[in-house]
């Protein structure tokens, strides 16, 4: 489907891409095109079942985003926010690059950029894919300090707010946004969602009075309104995919074996015969954990095992 938010393109360029709208890299991937006001075809992929298009256009990691500009793919979200910056003029953007001219600019702008994905993304993923809510709170409690970093260090320093003066400037990127903006505020929808998921507010406006303030603004860009999913669907999401689910305990049992892993028969909708015993430190995607005790075993009830087996998202579950 065409992209809502977007606006116009060259006259030969022909663009699209591929994406899951809970994606934060893919968010980022869209908000550049609107900023700059291209005219884009985007696909909702099934991350459960993937497309012939995806895999042939990724072939190394068969992730999203995929940017597919004539015909010809580009990977990453980070290399595809710079592609869209070199390769395609911004036509409704007032010409402003997302990345600064100035080389040294450019090397804070990705050092900050990195820093939000190699140490706020990897601190916070445990808030999405904790398997108790202890784990997902001490997450979220780590993820804290982290912006406050980036509120008092990277801030200051990509916006040059000392240099210019200013009491209050607006983005990172001082009074137009840059990479950093983007690749920040495409987690926003997932940092609000943290409140919601385990009860810890991660961007508390009494704590981070300029980060609170900044992501306000950001939100309500006009590139960027729509595009970042609401808390509440991001949770409903987030428990589908990783719920809360209890451990499978074999020590409970006589032995590791005693624990067997079941399919489902879609039809009827009961399990088949088991497949095999479970070793202590196997993962499986879990549908269901019975936890009656037949005799000394426990069961556990799974998918076909093959990623694009199940039509719904599974979570997993560990033998321990």
């Not at 999203?64 to 500009?69: N, Q």
């Not at 980036?150 to 801030?155: G, P, R």
């Not at 306000?216 to 999913?229: S, T």
Request: glycine share 8%.
């Amino acid at each position: 489907m065409a992209g809502a938010e977007a606006l116009v393109t060259g006259e030969h360029d022909d663009i699209t891409l591929l994406g899951l709208w809970a994606s934060p890299f893919v968010i980022r991937a869209r908000i550049v095109l609107n900023l700059k006001g291209l005219a884009y075809n985007y696909t909702e992929e099934d991350i459960y079942s993937k497309s012939e298009l995806l895999l042939r256009s990724n072939t190394v990691h068969k992730k999203v985003p995929v940017l597919i500009h004539n015909g010809k793919p580009v990977c990453e979200s980070k290399i595809i926010v710079e592609y869209l910056d070199e390769a395609i003029p911004a036509i409704n953007s007032g010409g402003v690059p997302i990345l600064p001219a100035d080389p040294y600019d450019r090397a804070v702008a990705r050092f900050w950029a990195s820093y939000v994905d190699d140490k706020l993304f990897c601190t916070w993923l445990p808030v999405f894919s904790g398997r108790t809510n202890e784990e997902r709170v001490e997450a979220a409690r780590q993820v804290v300090p982290v912006l406050q970093t980036l509120e008092k260090e990277a801030f200051k320093e990509c916006s040059k707010a000392n240099q210019h003066g200013q009491e209050e400037v607006m983005f990172f990127g001082g009074d137009t946004i840059d990479l950093v903006d983007v690749v920040l505020g495409s987690l926003l929808g997932w940092l609000h969602a943290t409140e919601t998921i385990c009860g810890v507010k991660v961007i508390d406006g009494a704590k981070m009075p300029v980060l609170a303030a900044w992501a306000e603004r950001f939100q309500a860009l006009d590139g960027v309104k729509g595009l970042i999913p609401d808390a509440e669907r991001l949770t409903e999401y987030n428990m589908d995919l990783h719920p809360l689910l209890p451990t499978v305990d074999s020590k409970k049992t006589k032995d590791a074996a005693a624990l067997q892993i079941h399919t489902i028969d879609p039809s009827p909708g009961r399990p088949a015969a088991p497949l095999r015993p479970l070793e202590m430190g196997s993962a499986c995607r879990a549908l269901h954990v019975e936890e009656r005790t037949r005799g000394q075993s426990r069961q556990l009830l799974v998918d076909s095992g093959e990623e694009g087996g199940s039509s719904h998202p599974v979570p997993w579950a560990i033998v321990c």
